[in-house]
């Protein structure tokens, strides 16, 4: 198992930043705002707990309780039911807000996520949608790694590394493998980046440990 442990290269905080607002119909990888703050992640994918739909998001970046808003606040597009940073996961479920519409359209490039997920192997080549980076994709460089966050003492298993870039603001954005047939499978949400390398929370893990449901 490959370990990233104690390097201050390793981001786990949001950018305070100005960007287009998240419309009421929820797109993976745009942007959201933490409450009335100017702090901003991304969305990963949808989902559904308790019957309701949602969305799924770094724990990093949310906590039970607060808000996910449009432009520092100005719309509510859910609120954080579940949020964990554990070993096992960073993920938290967001429960969409009355007239908010989870889809399963890939921010920018305007693709369609399948409800299926996939744990992809070395080498192979897996896409990021954040709301800083805007995109960016790069082969799988390391499988089952844990990441060492140095802020909360907290080391996260089970994640994987694409050599691709990132930033802050890209947490909970998503990664995806796209097929030879065009397919677009859910690989996880964004983690951390540390050197060149971005790190990643598999799907299949935060479904589990969350008790979510993808659609």
Not at 182 to 204: F, H, M, R, W
């Amino acid at each position: 198992k490959d370990n990233v442990i104690d390097s201050p290269t390793i981001v786990f905080k949001e950018l305070s930043d100005k960007w287009e607002d998240a419309a009421l119909t929820i797109k993976s990888g745009s942007k959201y705002y933490v409450g009335s703050s100017t702090t901003f992640a991304s969305f990963g994918y949808r989902a559904q707990k308790y019957g309701g739909n949602g969305f799924i998001t770094s724990g990093h970046v949310i906590s039970s309780g607060q808000t996910a808003t449009t432009n520092s606040g100005s719309t509510t597009l859910g609120t954080c039911i579940l949020s964990q940073v554990n070993s096992s996961v960073d993920a938290a479920y967001v429960s969409a807000a009355y007239g908010v519409t989870p889809s399963n359209i890939i921010a920018i490039v305007g693709g369609t996520l399948s409800a299926n997920t996939y744990n992809p192997i070395l080498g192979e080549t897996v896409n990021l949608m954040g709301a800083t980076t805007l995109g960016s994709s790069g082969p799988v460089t390391a499988i089952y790694v844990s990441v060492y966050d140095i802020t909360t003492g907290i080391t996260t298993n089970n994640l994987i590394g694409v050599n691709c870039s990132g930033a802050p603001g890209d947490s909970g954005g998503i990664a995806y493998v796209t097929t030879t047939s065009g397919q677009n499978i859910p690989v996880g949400i964004i983690k951390a980046v540390a050197g060149s390398n971005t790190y990643c929370v598999l799907a299949s893990n935060i479904n589990s440990v969350l008790g979510v449901t993808m659609y």
